[in-house]
């Protein structure tokens, strides 16, 4: 268990949230408290950076990934 070292630019963290919504608590226990290697947000920002994480990306959605940075390095690559 470790906490997320990204947790200060992650606009998952910094949502306005109600702290007894389910969901996010699960979510905060999960990722930010809990193995954050695992997190969506996480994988993007340490790959990309912060400025290319969607703000719809949620930390359960690991699946959208590989799509994300993939259209990242296909943008870099056509402008150089």
Known sequence: M?????KPFCRFFKRKIPIHDVMYRTDLNRYCDGI??????????EKA?????PDDLLPNQSFRVQKILGGIHRTYAAKV
């Not at 954050?36 to 920002?45: D, G, K, L, R, S």
């Open 49 to 53: 950076g912060f400025l290319e994480v």
């Open 2 to 6: 470790d906490t997320c070292k990204l």
């Open 36 to 45: 954050p290697q695992t997190c969506a947000i996480y994988q993007v920002m």
